[in-house]
């Protein structure tokens, strides 16, 4: 058994980014990977321009306005956002002017329209505007042409869109989605369609996974079930090898006589890197690589187990694979418990229950009912997995945690 520790170097190590990219239109890219840096030829903002409604000056006419001193100064001209003003303003002149509108020569200040009293064609300023400049957003003030506006791998998502539409950098290169094959095996599983028999288990797994991969940026190919049956999961274990980029199988990792996904990987020559974790639940994840460049996860069968496994070490994975740049770490955040917390001590443990944030602290709430790795039912709703490693039995009511949030 190795430690989860280990199992994440060893796994983020079996996985090299994509290579394979196609260009986009800006309505097909959310949730797509960036794979070329992104610069634009534009400035941002374009032109200068108002940030408010209310009055262009020159600041020179303006600075030194006060009650006992107001000035007057004469409207020669009103801008709406949207127009190239033609006017070049003289001193003693100001133009009405709009949020957004384009400043006209000779304007560098804009005054509020709170902060005037206005008089037909005039307008009287008895509170000189703070300094030269106020409320005006100056060609090239956020970025300029030439500066990288998004990076390599960054997901994109509705900011990165807007910034896409509004630099014109379209279409896009991005990766390719990653294919991801899914198998469940067990002779006890039936679709969740059919009537259940005795004895009988509905595959929840397809599911739970295709929505993992889904979310994650991925293609799921669903392998559908397959009953243990040495011969029919090792033709479906080969469609999966040959068709995705990963396999994430679901059953049959274990040590029963009917378990049989390691021994066929090995048959198929696949190079088997990992056959236990010390992690609960989650013992007797497998990952193996094939010379096609496969990775193949070879999930426990519960369908809590499948699920922290996905969580804490397919995704790290599936994000390496699909080009996203970083450490490709968990997202851990320090919470405390309202609860006391129990281990065995031997695995990292991961009870799950929800993350909140309280008064600016994060307060984790294990999930009510059993935390057992076939209890599914209560996992509903849990967005938190905290973590007790190896050697640590009790948590107490009030102490900090580590969470790994969902
Ligand atoms: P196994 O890892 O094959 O020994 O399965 C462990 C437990 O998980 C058994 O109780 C199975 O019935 C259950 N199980 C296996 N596959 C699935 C699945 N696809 N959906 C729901 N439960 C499953
Ligand atoms: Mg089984």
């Given at each position: 058994m190795i430690s989860v520790q280990e199992a994440q170097t060893i796994i983020l190590n079996l996985v090299d980014s994509l290579r394979e990219t196609e260009n986009l239109e800006l309505d097909a890219l959310t949730g797509r990977i960036l794979a070329k840096s992104i610069t634009s030829s534009l400035d941002f903002p374009y032109w200068n321009n108002s940030a408010m409604d209310g009055y262009g000056v020159r600041f020179e006419d303006v600075n030194q306005g006060n009650t006992d001193q107001p000035i007057t100064l004469k409207i020669v001209d009103e801008v709406p956002a949207g127009v190239q003003p033609k006017i070049s303003l003289k001193s003693g002149e100001t133009c009405r002017i709009f949020t957004g509108a384009v400043l006209p020569d000779g304007v560098d200040t804009i005054i509020i329209q709170e902060n005037v009293q206005r008089q037909k064609d005039k307008i009287v300023v008895s509170q000189s505007p703070k300094y030269c400049g106020e409320f005006v957003r100056k060609k090239g003030d956020f970025y300029r042409s030439g500066d990288t506006l998004l990076s390599l791998g960054t997901k994109i998502n509705e900011p990165e869109i807007a910034i896409l539409a509004t630099a014109q950098c379209f279409p896009v290169t991005v990766y390719r989605r990653p294919r991801v094959a899914i198998l469940s095996t067990g002779n006890e599983l039936i679709t969740p369609t059919e009537k259940l028999q005795p004895g009988q288990i509905i595959d929840s797994n397809q599911y739970a996974l295709k929505s993992f991969i889904l979310k994650n940026g991925g293609i799921p190919i669903s392998l559908g079930i397959v009953g243990d049956d040495r011969d029919l999961i090792k033709k479906k274990i080969i469609e999966g090898i040959?068709?995705?980029?990963?396999?994430?199988?679901?059953?049959?990792?274990?040590?029963?006589?009917?378990?049989?996904?390691?021994?066929?990987?090995?048959?198929?020559?696949?190079?088997?890197?990992?056959?236990?974790?010390?992690?609960?639940?989650?013992?007797?994840?497998?990952?193996?690589?094939?010379?096609?460049?496969?990775?193949?996860?070879?999930?426990?069968?519960?369908?809590?187990?499948?699920?922290?496994?996905?969580?804490?070490?397919?995704?790290?994975?599936?994000?390496?694979?699909?080009?996203?740049?970083?450490?490709?770490?968990?997202?851990?955040?320090?919470?405390?418990?309202?609860?006391?917390?129990?281990?065995?001590?031997?695995?990292?443990?991961?009870?799950?229950?929800?993350?909140?944030?309280?008064?600016?602290?994060?307060?984790?709430?294990?999930?009510?009912?059993?935390?057992?790795?076939?209890?599914?039912?209560?996992?509903?709703?849990?967005?938190?997995?905290?973590?007790?490693?190896?050697?640590?039995?009790?948590?107490?009511?009030?102490?900090?945690?580590?969470?790994?949030?969902?």
């Open positions: 040959n068709n995705a980029d990963f396999v994430l199988s679901t059953g049959g990792v274990s040590v029963g006589d009917y378990d049989y996904v390691d021994k066929i990987l090995a048959e198929l020559g696949g190079k088997i890197k990992i056959n236990s974790v010390a992690i609960k639940p989650g013992k007797p994840l497998t990952v193996a690589k094939f010379d096609n460049g496969c990775v193949y996860f070879g999930l426990p069968g519960n369908p809590v187990s499948a699920l922290v496994c996905c969580w804490r070490f397919v995704k790290l994975a599936l994000d390496k694979l699909s080009g996203i740049e970083g450490d490709h770490k968990p997202k851990l955040i320090t919470a405390k418990s309202d609860h006391d917390l129990s281990s065995g001590g031997q695995r990292e443990t991961y009870v799950w229950g929800q993350l909140k944030l309280v008064d600016g602290e994060h307060i984790f709430t294990l999930a009510k009912g059993h935390q057992n790795s076939a209890n599914l039912i209560n996992l509903g709703l849990a967005n938190g997995l905290s973590i007790l490693p190896v050697g640590v039995t009790k948590v107490k009511q009030g102490e900090k945690i580590q969470v790994l949030a969902l």
